[in-house]
Every structure is written in C-alpha cells, then in structure tokens.
C-alpha cells in the first residue's frame, strides 16, 4: 500500500511539474479565465450572473438584453467584485444612455460569447471538425457531443438523431484522410476508431419517463439504434454520458440491454460513464460487471466524478429524498480511486477511460495501473475541451493517450452544458481552480483522499418538521409500491360512500360521480350527497356530541 502511495506521490510531482513548464502567454483563453475568477470571486454574483447567462440565447433586443443585465446584476445588496455600490450605478448609467446603450450590450454579450467559446468548439459539424483536426495535430484525440439534453418534442429528438447521423457520416469520411498517429489510433497493439462521439439519451426521447422505464427503454433504443448501427458500420466509436440520478437507472438499464443485444454484444466499441460521486455507483459497477461476463466483446467504461452535483443535493434536500451523491469532496474522491482500482482488475475485458483535470486523480490510475502491469496505453485519459490546458500537456508530456471531450451546436440547447462548466470552474472544492488558479501547496493537493475519510455516511438526519417525502418513481421499489396500491384500489373502483352522520351511515338518492379524469367514463366511486334534512341532523348530531 504504502510502495502504491509513494508512486501516485511521485507520478503526481511529475505532472505537476510538466504542467508548471507549459508557457501560459497571455492568450483570449487566458484573459477571458481570469476576467470569470474576478466575476466569480462573490459567490451572490456568480448566482446572479448565471441566471443572466441563461436567459442571455434569448435576449436578441439590446435593449432587452441590457434591462435583463441591470434586473439580474442590480438588485438591493449584491457586491460587484470590484467598484462595489458604485458598479451597479455605472451599470445603470450606461445601460440608460441610449446613444451608448447598443454598443455596450454589444460588448458584454462579444464577452460572454467568448467565454461560451471556450468550452464550445463551434455552432456546427464544420466548426467542430476544424477544432478537432487541429487537436489530432497536437496529438490530441477526441469525442463530439452535440450539444442538448432533456428534448421536449418528438421533432426535436428526431433532429437530434439526424444530427448524430450527420456526424458519424462526415466525420468518417473526413478523418481518415488526417495524418496517422500511433498514439491515438491504437491501444495495446489493436487498432481503435479515430471517430469517437458521446451523447446524452435525454436528448433522444421527449418522454424520458422514469415511471415507465420499459416504455421509456424502447423508445429510446428505437433512436439509438440507428446511430449505433451507423457507427458500427463506419468503424467510429458510441460513448452514452451519464446525466442526473433521475434517469440513472433508466441508462445503465439501456446500456446494458444494448451491450448484450445480439448486434452489438461483440461490437467493442460501445461505452458508457459512472459517476464516481453517486452513493450507488460501486454497486452498479459489481453488477455492470457481472452482466457483461456474457459479451463476447470488452466495454469501455468512462469513470467520471460526475456534473450534477448541486442539482442533485438541491433537489433531494427539496423533495425530502435521500441525497444521492456525497457531501464531501474527499469522499467523492476516494470513491473514485476505489472504483479506479476496480476497473484495472478487470482489465481487458473492461477498458478504463478516465475523466478528470486532477493530478491526485490521474497520478493514482497512472500508479495503479502500473502496478497491475498494464501497458501505459490500456488506459485512457480524457478532459473537456477548453479546460486544463496545462494539465493536458502535462499528461501528453507523460506519453499517455488524451481525448478531449468536444460539444459543439447551438447556445440555447447548449446552455444547462456551459452552466454545468461555470459552475465546475468557479467551484471552491474544484482541484482545477485550487491548483492552477489558487496555487494550493502541491503535497496538499496531492493528499490521499481515503486519508480524510473517517467513519460512514456524512449526510446528517434533519431535525424538526419536515414533509413526507414524495415517491421517487425512478426506483424500482417505489414503483411496485405504487402498483400493489393501485391494484388495492383497484378492487374498490365503484363502490359507495354514504354519509355517516352521528357514527350512522346512510347512503342517500343523490349521489355525487367521482370519475377517473384520465377515463371519464369509469366512475371511482358513489358518494352519498347530502341534502337539507342530512345537513339538519348532522348540525343536531354535532350540537348533542358537543359537551363530551
Ligand atoms: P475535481 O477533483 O475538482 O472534482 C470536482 C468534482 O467533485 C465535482 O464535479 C463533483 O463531482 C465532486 N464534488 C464537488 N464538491 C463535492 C462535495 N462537496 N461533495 C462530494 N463531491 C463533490 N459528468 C457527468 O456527470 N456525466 C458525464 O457523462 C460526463 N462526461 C465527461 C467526459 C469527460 C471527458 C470529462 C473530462 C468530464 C465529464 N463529465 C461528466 C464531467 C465530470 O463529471 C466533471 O468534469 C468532473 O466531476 C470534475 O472532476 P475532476 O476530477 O476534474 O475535478
């Protein structure tokens, strides 16, 4: 263990080392960075901030944008990082001034604009094609997501689709034709596809329902399979992201039926994501593991910490559930090392892609892989574009294979993405703002997460009132909970309900129809309707109990 330790201290020393020998210059990049740690420096601003940001793909009025901006940034008691009081009165002066008006919304959406650019590679294919062969030139592989989740409409899914369809098509065609690198192209020996694409399956159906995984299941394989069909094809490679816990168990569910479905269970090239950060994820990955003995092919398994997490801690808190993930960095941290751990054991019949901008993170699967005797190359590496820069140096520095994970596509179905990127890089816990941003001391960052894991859960019972928790229907057990409740009322649909008046029940000729509102011709059942006489007794009923 101790032999282990050392080597993940060592290995982390050495990217940290490459990482400081990167020129950081002051590049677009550079300055865009350091103007969104001034603006995320007051944690109400950063709030206030996305909230303009997501209604910014909207605002195409400059003066509409401009009295969004002063709604959102001028509102009693928020702190502009710097000027103070006086920022919001500049604010409000500038945006009053309708000579100046347009050209400063001009500015400030040219900035934001810039800032989405970082993390998105381009509006469409060509864009992000550009993007991508120019990384292959500095010996960067990757993986195109075009960008959306969470459909609303059939129409949409279907573009959606159409859109992977579209990729998969042009970029096959168009990569072979880039120069070869041995690097990217192989893994241990075997050919790999140069063509690799990750999507969400929120985007591929408008009814993700978590009550109806069964319906849910075939409607999204019905769009999926198409794609992976293409894909198999034209020798390009199917990552499936993993979104919030609402439909996690609706995709391993999919991914699983897919790995085992007789099309692809000797397809090598199907790969999907866990999320170190959710309580459940070893378990899911024993029993992953377990159903995948039958394939006749390895799978690739992206290990991530996961994106949600303020969602998911929000969202459970509101609604009385059990929070799903953990409530403390390290803990999320060791999970991931342990799940890293397992992963490398079932090496090569599970292949460990790994998805993270943390030296102690990488510098651990680098140590432990060595340690399993693996080749440097059985494991990849993977981060986001416009993220880590120096750290993905570093890692080339370190001959390892690195795919940078490249969205691309419109803003407004790209916005919850580049929400989900501010937020990860303005975090206080992120390692990436800590270590390059912040300058932590190396050997604290370096620090062996299982060290500072002491006892279990961390998540502490609530005192004092609170609500009964609403069903969470994307599990199992809550469903069959529902079931067994509706097949008891079942057995009563129709029945009558008379009135009970001084502890006697009497029906009545009036009755009141209760009716199934999703089946108005089923009546529920026949309520006895009170009349004068009814009402006269009842009164006399309450006023004789009224002493006792
Ligand atoms: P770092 O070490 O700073 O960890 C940050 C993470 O720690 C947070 O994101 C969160 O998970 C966790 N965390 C933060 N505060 C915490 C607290 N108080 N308690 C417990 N845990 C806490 N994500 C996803 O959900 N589904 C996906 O499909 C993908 N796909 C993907 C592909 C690629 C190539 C990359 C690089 C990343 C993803 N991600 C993702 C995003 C990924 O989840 C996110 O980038 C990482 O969580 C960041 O972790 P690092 O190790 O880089 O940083």
């Not at 849910?216 to 199917?238: D, H, N, S, Y």
Request: charged share 25%; proline share 5%; glycine share 6%.
């Amino acid at each position: 263990m101790m032999a282990l330790e050392d080597r993940i201290q060592e290995i982390g020393r050495s990217l940290f080392a490459s990482a400081a020998g990167v020129k950081r210059g002051l590049s677009r990049r550079e300055v865009d960075a350091r103007l969104m740690e001034w603006a995320m420096r007051d944690p109400q601003f950063r709030t206030q901030l996305f909230r303009f940001v997501d209604v910014l793909p909207m605002l195409s009025d400059p003066h509409d944008f401009l009295a969004h901006l002063v709604e959102y940034l001028c509102v009693p008691g928020l702190r502009f990082p710097i000027l103070g009081t006086l920022g919001q009165q500049s604010l409000r002066l500038i945006s009053a001034n309708r000579t100046t008006a347009p050209a400063f919304a001009a500015v400030v959406r040219g900035q934001i604009s810039n800032m989405a650019h970082n993390f998105i590679a381009g509006s469409n294919l060509r864009e992000a094609a550009a993007v991508v062969r120019r990384l292959g030139e500095q010996g960067m592989a990757f993986t195109l997501d075009v960008l959306g989740e969470v459909t609303l409409s059939d129409v949409e899914a279907k573009a959606y689709q159409q859109q992977y369809l579209d990729l998969l098509e042009g970029m096959t065609t168009e990569a072979p034709r880039w120069n070869d690198n041995p690097m990217l192209d192989t893994a241990d020996g075997q050919p790999i596809p140069r063509v690799n694409v990750s999507l969400k399956l929120t985007a591929l159906c408008a009814q993700c329902e978590p009550a109806d995984p069964e319906g849910t299941a075939e409607a999204v394989k019905a769009c999926l399979r198409p794609i992976l069909t293409l894909a198999k094809a034209r020798g390009a490679f199917v990552n499936i992201d993993m979104e919030h816990y609402a439909v996690k168990h609706l995709t391993l569910h999919i991914v699983r039926d897919l790995l085992l479905d007789p099309e692809f269970r000797d397809w090598p090239h199907l790969g999907l994501v866990l999320q170190a950060y959710l309580r459940e994820s070893e378990g899911d990955l024993a029993a992953l593991l377990d159903a995948v003995q039958g394939r006749a092919a390895p799978v690739t398994i992206r290990l991530v910490k996961g994106a949600y997490w303020d969602y998911e801690t929000i969202i459970a808190r509101q609604r009385n559930w059990p929070v799903p993930v953990y409530t403390r960095k390290y803990e999320t941290d060791a999970a991931f090392e342990r799940m890293t751990e397992q992963l490398l054991v079932h090496y090569p019949k599970v292949k460990l892609a790994v998805a993270s901008h943390n030296v102690r993170s990488i510098a651990s699967v680098m140590a432990r892989a060595e340690a399993h005797g693996l080749p440097d190359d059985a494991v990849e590496y993977q981060m986001l574009y416009g993220m880590g820069d120096q750290l993905k140096q570093a890692v080339l520095a370190h001959h390892r294979r690195l795919r940078i994970y490249t969205p691309y596509g419109e803003l407004i179905p790209g916005m919850a993405y580049l929400v989900r990127r501010l937020l990860e890089n303005t975090a206080n816990d992120s390692f990436l703002r800590q270590s390059f941003a912040e300058h932590v001391p190396e050997q604290r960052l370096l620090r062996n997460p299982a060290d500072l894991v002491i006892g279990g859960s961390t998540e502490k019972p609530r005192k004092g009132f609170h609500n009964i928790a609403e069903h969470d229907f994307s599990h199992a057990s809550d469903r069959q909970q529902m079931q067994a409740a509706l097949q008891r009322r079942r057995q009563r649909v129709g029945q009558a309900y008379p009135l009970v008046i001084g502890g006697r029940e009497m029906m009545t000729e009036r009755e009141i129809l209760s009716r199934n509102p999703a089946c108005p011709d089923e009546v529920i059942g026949r309520v006895a309707s009170a009349g004068r006489a009814e009402a006269q007794m009842a009164v006399e009923a309450a006023k004789a109990a009224f002493p006792g």
